[in-house]
């Protein structure tokens, strides 16, 4: 089965500082692996995805992603925070078992950007 | 191009009620999803639509209903509503073909915050 642990319920970082929002994951075949933003009391904005190409994945907004398959990990990284990344993360794994397609999303985690 | 959009954005009901959200999907896309988020969790599969069938369910009880309509549009239909049914509903829509593709996105409205009292 399909499953995603994010490994952090709350992540604070100083403005300018990097952020590290961890991700591990659990597939019975070679996954594909996201990342979305959700803002307060806005919808899921996709981040970026690992489908098996690149293992270094670039999103939008200057975060990026890397999937090592010998860690089972798909963390996700930026150089440097701003105000504005300050959100709720979700890690998800696709899952295309009895004939749906349908995402598995991890619990999240809040990212604080301290001033 | 308008993205995937949800109506209402916000209700209330009381216990035992009944209640309808709707969905369009992006232009083009023909496979509609429903996924809950209740407060602090992360969103769950409720149902996924392609060509208005019903691909798939996830574990919640019969009171929930959907269907898509021949123009892809979609609605969640909830029975006798329960507290526990407050959450943000969220309608996701992707250019899904026949061929299930693991690493096709989803893209997510805006939900429609349902407060049940």
């Known amino acids: 089965a399909q499953s995603v642990t994010q490994l952090d319920s709350h992540v604070s970082v100083s403005e300018g500082t990097p952020v590290l929002l961890r991700c591990n994951y659990s597939?019975?075949?070679?996954?594909?692996l996201f990342w979305y933003v959700q803002h307060p009391n806005k919808g899921l904005q996709l981040l970026l995805k690992?489908?098996?190409?690149?293992?270094l994945v670039k999103g939008i907004n200057g975060f990026e992603a890397e999937f090592k398959k010998s860690e089972t990990s798909f963390h996700l990284t930026k150089p440097s925070a701003h105000m504005s990344d300050a959100a709720e993360y979700f890690c998800?794994?696709?899952?295309?078992?009895?004939?749906?397609?349908?995402?598995?999303f991890g619990t999240g985690t809040r990212l604080k950007v301290l001033a | 191009d308008a993205g995937v959009t949800q109506s209402p954005t916000h209700l209330i009901k009381t216990r035992g009620q009944h209640v309808t959200l709707r969905c369009s999907p992006i232009?083009?896309?023909?496979?509609v999803s429903w996924y809950q988020q209740v407060l602090g969790q992360g969103p769950q599969f409720i149902f996924q639509?392609?060509?208005?069938?019903?691909?798939g369910r996830g574990n919640f009880p019969d009171r929930f209903s959907a269907r898509q309509f021949p123009n892809y549009s979609s609605e969640l239909n909830v029975n006798a509503l329960l507290l526990g049914d407050s959450a943000l509903y969220l309608c996701?829509?992707?250019?899904?073909?026949?061929?299930?593709?693991?690493?096709?996105?989803?893209?997510f409205g805006e939900g429609s915050w349902l407060t049940v009292v």
């Open positions: 996701a829509s992707s250019l899904d073909g026949r061929i299930l593709r693991s690493g096709n996105t989803i893209y």
């Open positions: 597939s019975s075949y070679s996954p594909s």
């Open positions: 690992y489908t098996s190409a690149a293992t």
């Open positions: 998800v794994v696709s899952d295309i078992t009895s004939g749906t397609y349908k995402y598995i």
């Open positions: 232009s083009g896309h023909k496979s």
């Open positions: 639509y392609y060509e208005k069938e019903e691909r």
